[in-house]
């Protein structure tokens, strides 16, 4: 047992040589152990600090660690023997944590450390983990009747396991689908009158012929031959979908790619992957916890740990922006689809023409395209570019290092400051199959300096996980990013700098631990507005042929194209947040319904009745935004603000090393609010996210 790879984490795990064979063992130990060190730690007549919180710390971080990196894996590196591993491990794993939340012993103990003489000698950060602490085992039924505490831990169970079954049958569905043309006709919907396209001159006839770029070209054609084939493999990845929806002539491609990408895991396809059944229960569940609780809904438990008060306050907010946008939507979509008419000949405009009419608009509007932009920007140059702002802003500086990990395309970088390593990342930036879609940040571990035992005084870094699902370099091509996936990798990466630049020792409200979950989007949504700036645009660009930089001449043409259909994008994002907040609000709801009836009451483009975009919906049923979708919303509000005091003071050096002091460095130690105000000096302001968003203009 002592051999098995994962009872032996350190700093850098062995990601190379974990085996699906290795995870119930390891697991069951780790959760026999903890159990046993449990037993022995209640059993202790003395109650303080050290022998209770920060031993439970020390239990429950092992083998939170190990089942983390499980959890991580299934994310990035399914395979079906790994897979059948994570899930029975599952429940057990649940009832495990649940236990613990819910142990009666411990939470006395707990309370008493809160009303003992000690608490005053705690420092603000011991204070605030051990308050969130004692929130949180309310939260997870200690105060329950047994039988209630047995029926809540069962739910708990049978929610993560829905949730992960959600993810799979999304991945699944994904993977599965699948189209196969010969050449650039085929593409193009035209006869075909030539062999299976492979060169480079290849591409660049298929390219005229159908519209898709060569790099998506090359792309689709190194998916065909991962399989043994010629031509062209189009996938729902999203490099792929993206790829077909932006440039391809072919409406017929277009329509059948929108179809499958909105269809995927609803009873319109695959019945094995079907999600209708899983969202009915998980809805069932979440209302069933809230009210043993003592809630009136899942909204309500929802934002007990948010800064928002009420689902009220959420949905007033969303409709107030809702209703801003609304006039620029509406101008937006009347502008999309005149040109469609008079220029690509639609006299209809469907939601599968959208994307595609929207390109051709912009680069007639703006006098460029995508696809022009994206030649500038190789993946390391923008990562150098990444790094030597984050210098710029904070004095920090990323090194690489030779690590084991779990695709050859991962990379690890340190973090030092003043010759001392302050934390370390993990960026694994490609789409693949087998690897969930979208980007997201995790963590391995967080920031922590020890306090009693062995380790006492030693000081923990903190580790991250940054995945995106960029489009992939092809046949020894250096990928190139285009602006949107730069967007997508500061916004991420902003998520890695709360993590990693923490301040705090208590690993509780370190990082992004304890930061209420509608304020986590804050620091992410921040960095973006720098990928905005000429200079720092210029820093990461080298054009693929002449290796110029960006042209200022370009670089206009993007900032005026900034806030291109902006009206549209914000109020797809409130259907979404409306939705989402509706439905956990409203017990026993048609969740169908719901959705039908606020894209009747925002929506300005109706969806066709085939589109089953709730089943796919990951963020709200698998991925820790139930009834907080609207954080993003709520985030940007905060971050627009934040940047707008980089624009007001000249020295963003200064500026940044009190951001980090104020809010990254803080954690989850305070409230969100306070650190905002602490660094703003004032309550925060929507009028930064207008400006920026060009709602304040007249339409």
């Known amino acids: 047992m002592s051999e098995n790879v994962l009872l032996n984490l350190d700093s850098e795990p062995r990601f190379d040589a974990i085996r699906a064979a290795d995870i119930e063992p390891a697991m069951t130990e780790a959760m026999l152990q903890a159990n046993e060190a449990i037993k022995k730690l209640k059993a202790q007549p003395e109650v303080n600090w050290n022998n209770t919180v920060e031993a439970l710390t020390n239990i429950t971080e092992r083998a939170g660690r190990i089942w983390g990196v499980i959890a991580h894996l299934n994310s990035v590196a399914d395979t079906p023997e790994l897979r059948d591993a994570y899930n029975s491990l599952m429940p057990k794993v649940s009832e495990f944590f649940t236990a613990i939340s819910q142990d009666i012993d411990l939470y006395e103990r707990f309370k008493s450390i809160k009303a003992s003489d000690e608490y005053a000698h705690l420092s603000a950060a011991q204070q605030t983990k051990l308050n969130h602490d004692l929130r949180d085992f309310v939260l997870s039924g200690a105060e329950l009747p047994a039988a209630e505490q047995a029926e809540f831990a069962a739910l708990q169970a049978e929610g993560a396991q829905l949730s992960a079954s959600f993810s799979q049958n999304v991945l699944d569905a994904t993977d599965a689908f699948a189209l196969y043309f010969a050449n650039g006709e085929e593409l193009a919907g035209k006869e075909n009158t030539s062999s299976g396209s492979s060169s480079k001159a290849d591409f660049a006839r298929d390219s005229e012929i159908s519209g898709l770029t060569e790099e998506a070209l090359a792309m689709f054609a190194a998916a065909a031959e991962a399989e043994g084939k010629t031509g062209y493999k189009i996938g729902l990845q999203m490099p792929h979908y993206l790829a077909v929806m932006q440039y391809a002539h072919n409406r017929e491609l277009r329509r059948q790619l929108y179809h499958a990408y909105s269809t995927r895991a609803s009873e319109l396809g695959e019945a094995k992957w079907d999600n209708t059944a899983n969202i009915n229960r998980i809805l069932e569940i979440a209302t069933r916890e809230a009210h043993l609780l003592g809630f009136q809904n899942y909204a309500e438990l929802s934002l007990a740990t948010k800064m928002a008060d009420t689902p009220q306050q959420v949905l007033a907010f969303l409709q107030d922006l809702a209703s801003r946008a609304r006039p620029f939507a509406e101008k937006d979509l009347a502008e999309v689809k005149a040109y469609a008419h008079e220029h690509l000949g639609l006299e209809e405009l469907q939601p599968w023409d959208v994307t595609y009419a929207s390109e051709k608009l912009r680069q007639a509007k703006y006098a460029f395209s995508q696809t022009e932009v994206k030649k500038y920007f190789p993946a390391d140059r923008v990562l150098a570019g990444l790094f030597a702002q984050i210098d710029k802003l904070y004095g920090v500086h990323f090194i690489e290092k030779q690590v084991p990990v779990w695709h050859p395309d991962v990379r690890y970088f340190e973090l030092e400051q003043g010759g001392a390593i302050i934390g370390g990342v993990y960026m694994d930036l490609y789409a693949r199959a087998g690897k969930r879609g979208g980007a997201w940040m995790n963590d391995y571990r967080g920031r922590r300096r020890f306090t009693d035992g062995h380790y006492a005084g030693q000081l923990q870094t903190p580790i991250a996980y940054l995945v995106c699902n960029f489009t992939p370099p092809v046949a020894g091509n250096t990928a190139r990013l285009s602006h949107e996936e730069i967007l997508t990798l500061f916004h991420e990466t902003g998520h890695g700098l709360h993590h990693l630049l923490t301040q705090v020792d208590e690993l509780g409200v370190s990082g992004i631990n304890g930061v209420e979950w509608d304020a986590v989007e804050m620091p992410s949504q921040f960095m973006e507005n720098f990928v905005w700036e000429y200079d720092v645009l210029a820093g990461m660009s080298s054009h693929q042929d002449t290796g110029a930089i960006l042209p200022v001449e370009l670089y206009d043409k993007m900032l005026a194209a900034k806030n291109f ?111 905002f105000k602490a660094f703003r000096g004032r309550e925060p302001s929507i009028d930064a996210l207008l400006r920026h968003c060009g709602l304040d203009e007249a339409v």
């Not at 969806?607 to 820790?624: C, K, L, V, Y």
């Open 565 to 675: 259909q902006t009206g549209l994008f914000i109020l797809r994002q409130m259907e979404f947040a409306l939705f989402d907040m509706e439905i956990y609000s409203q017990p026993g709801c048609d969740w169908q319904q719901t959705l039908r009836d606020v894209r009747r009451k925002v929506a300005v483009m109706p969806q066709p009745d085939f589109n089953r975009f709730a089943h796919s919906f990951s963020h709200i049923f698998a991925g820790g935004y139930s009834a907080g979708y609207y954080s993003y919303s709520w985030a940007e509000v905060l971050s627009a603000d934040i940047y707008a005091a980089f624009e007001e003071e000249a020295d963003a050096a200064a500026t940044g090393k009190r951001f980090w002091h104020e809010i990254l460095a803080v954690g989850g130690s305070r409230p969100a609010m306070e650190s």
